[in-house]
């Protein structure tokens, strides 16, 4: 095998942070090489530089022998080396076939040959595995799997001898993951090499061959073997903690707080029939289920930003009204949304804002903010929650992923919430920062908030709940404690609905 | 301008709009830096300190042109008297852009108001039936763009721009095209009245500015106005009311409209289906060389009103030269393609 790209001594700052600091990498043809690093480790940095995003500011990349400075991301995908980000850049209203081909369209005298194009498309959609596709599909009808699929073929469309993947499997449900994986496995036989990030270990055992890891903007480890390296010691690489996934512990024996959610019997057709279940008073209850069995659309019911065609909601024994959100955050609900950007905060505004904005009202002085107040009441909030930096005039949108969670959770501290939605709370979030989570929710959950926890990561949901409600295709299939449950029963039922 | 006692500690130490780039105020917020962060944050808050370097060099450009004359006292109040009709349509048209819309409709708005305030029947009833009238004309047509967009999930720039059409059909048809001489001599005396030697128009035009400040920066709706443009969907997972607000932010601009509409037939003595023309290309332009993001959640109203300034300033300057009309549209049209180009270096 040759080496196809070697990086060596990498620095890139910003004014105030050195993102990456002396990285190192070497990626060989026809390898899958992982990346490795928590949030702010300086992954998506590198892979910037390395895309032509960002001018490196020392150290050296040379791709296929020779070295290279990318002037633009064009210049790098000309060369060979494509980027897939985790947003993908693709245009909804356009065909597979134009997006695969978008800017270097096929054509004759400015008249696009839509028969060539197709045809060529069929061709790299082949070579995926993905022949099925149409080229005259719109993108914007596809699931993010397909879209994922398009993405690729377009890299290859630019004879991509390199792809760089930013965690593809965070928008994809385990069956869509192991079809990617079959993918990954066919480019790698055609020669071509990738680059895949992610935060989940096991992920990484499946696909990779070597691992290299980041920590602080500098290579920790290269070269390491990725399917034979202990869990152990990539974490600690990252971390210096032992453990991947640190839970605290359940406190001991059954709750008995008070009923605070009830859900009888909603509906919504298309999305999920019949779902009822309670949360009690300090009690974290788990949903599992797959992408698309209804999971998010049931906890979105709940909170009133969707109104069920049938059914109750109660809270504290009150029937809420349905499909009104302010109705539910008076009720004392709170939601963190599952797409923190797009749902969660308001990323022009400080850190501040974007905690008070729920509890707006109780600093309103016949009308006008209180704010002396509201700063005092947030920055003990956020010192609660440990945001780092902990300065609430600091830009939202310069926090970590964690941060930005936590500073979601202080929104609904603030307001002294009493039943928290957590709609895939850890997306996203470094491995060192969801252990912090989990202790943050569990002691939420000890000082009497009720919690109701979705997640696709099925250990989370095991490590993390008191109970367990599994969903699929819009049934609650079961609703029993977590201690009772193994991950295969529960992926069992998730998969194949076999009632417990 | 003044603030309340009880905010003035808190507005000291924080800067309006503080750290909105997390570059200019860093991290480090602890007591010995936070004089710094806050100052980095007033200057960025300045930022239409670029809009006043550009009225400085017109102020030059009308010196060196036009000599004493353009900054005579009455040269200065003339400007601002100009500024005074479009700078109060202006404020409603900062919160409706701010709030992630726009509207079309001022200009018609301000047209019906005038021809609604002015009809005989509103008339008879004295100058204070004509100025409620006008205000409620603006704030039910206001309204009603408000219920369609935010209730009938329409778009707001087919819903205002039906209602820039209808409201200045209707006034003609009110007006039968006809200008509607006002015979109260109250609302007429409006436009002529000085209070310690500035124009009554003047204090009224400084006065919603004010209160737009307030409203935009130190109340919870000004809160809710950055939330529901910045990030509709998460404003509304956060638990705001976001239609009601969006309805109530037309209501907002359709007073100011109102507002407007009183000073413009006090200006003139006259109602008329014409007024108000092309108020709302003046307005979003004021707006957006002002440095507010169309796509809202982002801007400031000091910005607005700095940049309806330069506008009439632009004007005054040519009518002292007497300069073409058509060399002024151009003039303006460079303007604004000037700030926005100025701004967005500012900010990348």
Same mark, same amino acid.
């Given at each position: 095998?040759?080496?196809?790209?070697?990086?060596?001594?990498?620095?890139?700052?910003?004014?105030?942070?050195?993102?990456?600091?002396?990285?190192?990498?070497?990626?060989?043809?026809?390898?899958?090489?992982?990346?490795?690093?928590?949030?702010?480790?300086?992954?998506?940095?590198?892979?910037?530089?390395?895309?032509?995003?960002?001018?490196?500011?020392?150290?050296?990349?040379?791709?296929?022998?020779?070295?290279?400075?990318?002037?633009?991301?064009?210049?790098?995908?000309?060369?060979?080396?494509?980027?897939?980000?985790?947003?993908?850049?693709?245009?909804?209203?356009?065909?597979?076939?134009?997006?695969?081909?978008?800017?270097?369209?096929?054509?004759?005298?400015?008249?696009?040959?839509?028969?060539?194009?197709?045809?060529?498309?069929?061709?790299?959609?082949?070579?995926?595995?993905?022949?099925?596709?149409?080229?005259?599909?719109?993108?914007?009808?596809?699931?993010?799997?397909?879209?994922?699929?398009?993405?690729?073929?377009?890299?290859?469309?630019?004879?991509?001898?390199?792809?760089?993947?930013?965690?593809?499997?965070?928008?994809?449900?385990?069956?869509?993951?192991?079809?990617?994986?079959?993918?990954?496995?066919?480019?790698?036989?055609?020669?071509?090499?990738?680059?895949?990030?992610?935060?989940?270990?096991?992920?990484?055992?499946?696909?990779?061959?070597?691992?290299?890891?980041?920590?602080?903007?500098?290579?920790?480890?290269?070269?390491?073997?990725?399917?034979?390296?202990?869990?152990?010691?990539?974490?600690?690489?990252?971390?210096?903690?032992?453990?991947?996934?640190?839970?605290?512990?359940?406190?001991?024996?059954?709750?008995?707080?008070?009923?605070?959610?009830?859900?009888?019997?909603?509906?919504?057709?298309?999305?999920?029939?019949?779902?009822?279940?309670?949360?009690?008073?300090?009690?974290?209850?788990?949903?599992?289920?797959?992408?698309?069995?209804?999971?998010?659309?049931?906890?979105?019911?709940?909170?009133?930003?969707?109104?069920?065609?049938?059914?109750?909601?109660?809270?504290?024994?009150?029937?809420?009204?349905?499909?009104?959100?302010?109705?539910?955050?008076?009720?004392?609900?709170?939601?963190?949304?599952?797409?923190?950007?797009?749902?969660?905060?308001?990323?022009?505004?400080?850190?501040?804002?974007?905690?008070?904005?729920?509890?707006?009202?109780?600093?309103?002085?016949?009308?006008?903010?209180?704010?002396?107040?509201?700063?005092?009441?947030?920055?003990?909030?956020?010192?609660?929650?440990?945001?780092?930096?902990?300065?609430?005039?600091?830009?939202?949108?310069?926090?970590?992923?964690?941060?930005?969670?936590?500073?979601?959770?202080?929104?609904?501290?603030?307001?002294?919430?009493?039943?928290?939605?957590?709609?895939?709370?850890?997306?996203?979030?470094?491995?060192?920062?969801?252990?912090?989570?989990?202790?943050?929710?569990?002691?939420?959950?000890?000082?009497?908030?009720?919690?109701?926890?979705?997640?696709?990561?099925?250990?989370?949901?095991?490590?993390?709940?008191?109970?367990?409600?599994?969903?699929?295709?819009?049934?609650?299939?079961?609703?029993?404690?977590?201690?009772?449950?193994?991950?295969?029963?529960?992926?069992?039922?998730?998969?194949?609905?076999?009632?417990? | 301008?003044?603030?309340?006692?009880?905010?003035?500690?808190?507005?000291?130490?924080?800067?309006?709009?503080?750290?909105?780039?997390?570059?200019?105020?860093?991290?480090?917020?602890?007591?010995?830096?936070?004089?710094?962060?806050?100052?980095?944050?007033?200057?960025?808050?300045?930022?239409?300190?670029?809009?006043?370097?550009?009225?400085?060099?017109?102020?030059?450009?009308?010196?060196?042109?036009?000599?004493?004359?353009?900054?005579?006292?009455?040269?200065?109040?003339?400007?601002?008297?100009?500024?005074?009709?479009?700078?109060?349509?202006?404020?409603?048209?900062?919160?409706?852009?701010?709030?992630?819309?726009?509207?079309?409709?001022?200009?018609?708005?301000?047209?019906?108001?005038?021809?609604?305030?002015?009809?005989?029947?509103?008339?008879?009833?004295?100058?204070?039936?004509?100025?409620?009238?006008?205000?409620?004309?603006?704030?039910?047509?206001?309204?009603?763009?408000?219920?369609?967009?935010?209730?009938?999930?329409?778009?707001?720039?087919?819903?205002?721009?039906?209602?820039?059409?209808?409201?200045?059909?209707?006034?003609?048809?009110?007006?039968?095209?006809?200008?509607?001489?006002?015979?109260?001599?109250?609302?007429?005396?409006?436009?002529?009245?000085?209070?310690?030697?500035?124009?009554?128009?003047?204090?009224?035009?400084?006065?919603?500015?004010?209160?737009?400040?307030? !409203? =935009? #920066?130190?109340?919870?709706?000004?809160?809710?106005?950055? *939330?529901? %443009?910045?990030?509709?969907? /998460? +404003?509304? @997972?956060?638990?705001?009311?976001?239609?009601?607000?969006?309805?109530?932010?037309?209501?907002?601009?359709?007073?100011?409209?109102?507002?407007?509409?009183?000073?413009?037939?006090?200006?003139?003595?006259?109602?008329?289906?014409?007024?108000?023309?092309?108020?709302?290309?003046?307005?979003?332009?004021?707006?957006?060389?002002?440095?507010?993001?169309?796509?809202?959640?982002?801007?400031?109203?000091?910005?607005?009103?700095?940049?309806?300034?330069?506008?009439?300033?632009?004007?005054?300057?040519? !009518? =002292? #030269?007497?300069?073409?009309?058509?060399?002024?549209?151009? *003039?303006? %049209?460079?303007?604004?393609? /000037? +700030?926005? @180009?100025?701004?967005?270096?500012?900010?990348?």
């Amino acid at each position: 095998m040759n080496a196809l790209l070697t990086v060596t001594g990498l620095v890139k700052s910003f004014p105030g942070v050195r993102a990456v600091d002396g990285a190192n990498l070497d990626v060989q043809e026809g390898e899958v090489h992982c990346l490795l690093g928590q949030n702010g480790a300086g992954k998506s940095t590198l892979i910037k530089v390395l895309s032509g995003a960002h001018k490196p500011d020392a150290g050296e990349i040379s791709w296929r022998g020779s070295p290279v400075s990318f002037a633009s991301p064009l210049a790098a995908l000309r060369a060979g080396l494509a980027t897939i980000y985790q947003e993908l850049d693709l245009v909804d209203g356009l065909t597979v076939a134009e997006n695969i081909f978008l800017g270097h369209e096929h054509s004759a005298l400015g008249f696009s040959r839509r028969r060539a194009a197709a045809e060529a498309a069929t061709a790299l959609l082949s070579r995926l595995g993905h022949g099925e596709i149409s080229p005259t599909r719109l993108v914007g009808s596809m699931s993010a799997a397909g879209k994922q699929i398009v993405s690729l073929a377009r890299a290859l469309s630019h004879n991509a001898r390199l792809i760089v993947m930013d965690e593809p499997s965070a928008v994809l449900d385990s069956g869509e993951v192991d079809n990617l994986f079959r993918v990954i496995a066919q480019l790698t036989a055609q020669g071509v090499a990738i680059i895949y990030i992610s935060h989940r270990l096991d992920e990484i055992r499946v696909v990779g061959d070597r691992v290299t890891v980041l920590k602080d903007g500098k290579t920790v480890a290269s070269g390491l073997p990725a399917k034979s390296t202990p869990t152990a010691d990539l974490v600690r690489l990252m971390t210096g903690r032992d453990t991947e996934y640190a839970f605290p512990a359940r406190p001991a024996g059954q709750h008995t707080g008070r009923e605070l959610l009830t859900v009888r019997d909603i509906s919504r057709p298309g999305e999920f029939t019949g779902v009822s279940f309670t949360v009690h008073a300090g009690e974290i209850v788990g949903l599992a289920g797959l992408v698309g069995s209804g999971r998010s659309e049931i906890v979105e019911t709940v909170y009133g930003a969707r109104k069920p065609a049938a059914g109750q909601i109660l809270v504290d024994g009150r029937r809420l009204r349905p499909g009104s959100v302010p109705a539910a955050v008076r009720a004392g609900m709170g939601l963190c949304p599952e797409e923190r950007k797009s749902q969660g905060l308001l990323l022009y505004e400080a850190v501040y804002r974007n905690v008070s904005v729920s509890s707006l009202a109780r600093y309103s002085r016949g009308g006008f903010v209180a704010r002396s107040r509201e700063l005092a009441d947030v920055a003990k909030a956020i010192g609660d929650l440990d945001v780092r930096p902990s300065d609430p005039r600091r830009a939202v949108r310069t926090l970590s992923g964690g941060n930005q969670q936590k500073v979601v959770l202080a929104r609904w501290l603030l307001r002294d919430c009493r039943l928290l939605i957590l709609d895939e709370p850890t997306r996203g979030v470094d491995v060192g920062a969801r252990g912090e989570l989990y202790r943050l929710i569990r002691e939420l959950a000890g000082s009497g908030v009720g919690v109701l926890l979705v997640s696709s990561e099925i250990p989370e949901v095991l490590g993390l709940a008191d109970r367990v409600l599994v969903v699929r295709a819009g049934r609650l299939l079961h609703d029993g404690p977590a201690a009772q449950l193994t991950e295969t029963a529960v992926l069992d039922m998730v998969m194949e609905g076999a009632a417990a | 301008m003044t603030e309340r006692t009880d905010d003035a500690p808190a507005a000291q130490g924080l800067g309006r709009r503080p750290a909105r780039e997390g570059l200019q105020a860093p991290a480090a917020g602890r007591l010995g830096l936070r004089l710094p962060a806050s100052v980095a944050g007033r200057l960025w808050e300045l930022r239409s300190l670029s809009l006043v370097g550009v009225l400085v060099l017109l102020a030059i450009a009308g010196v060196v042109t036009s000599g004493g004359n353009f900054l005579s006292v009455s040269n200065v109040l003339n400007i601002l008297v100009s500024s005074s009709i479009i700078g109060v349509v202006t404020v409603g048209m900062t919160f409706v852009i701010i709030g992630g819309g726009i509207d079309l409709s001022v200009g018609g708005l301000v047209a019906l108001a005038s021809v609604w305030a002015t009809t005989l029947s509103s008339q008879q009833y004295g100058a204070w039936a004509m100025v409620v009238c006008a205000l409620l004309v603006g704030m039910g047509a206001g309204l009603v763009n408000g219920l369609l967009i935010a209730y009938g999930r329409l778009v707001p720039f087919i819903v205002t721009l039906a209602m820039m059409v209808a409201s200045r059909g209707l006034a003609e048809a009110m007006s039968g095209k006809k200008t509607q001489l006002v015979t109260v001599q109250s609302i007429n005396n409006i436009a002529t009245t000085n209070v310690f030697g500035i124009p009554l128009l003047v204090i009224i035009f400084a006065a919603v500015v004010l209160v737009g400040w307030i !409203v =935009l #920066n130190r109340t919870t709706f000004g809160r809710r106005t950055f *939330a529901v %443009g910045g990030n509709t969907e /998460a +404003a509304r @997972l956060a638990g705001i009311d976001v239609r009601r607000h969006t309805a109530l932010l037309y209501v907002l601009s359709g007073l100011c409209c109102g507002i407007a509409a009183i000073m413009i037939i006090s200006l003139t003595t006259t109602g008329s289906s014409t007024h108000g023309d092309l108020y709302e290309l003046d307005a979003i332009a004021a707006v957006i060389i002002g440095g507010t993001l169309l796509t809202g959640g982002k801007g400031t109203l000091v910005g607005s009103i700095l940049g309806a300034l330069v506008f009439t300033t632009v004007t005054n300057i040519f !009518v =002292l #030269n007497n300069l073409a009309s058509e060399v002024q549209n151009i *003039a303006k %049209g460079l303007i604004i393609v /000037a +700030a926005v @180009l100025l701004q967005r270096r500012g900010t990348t």
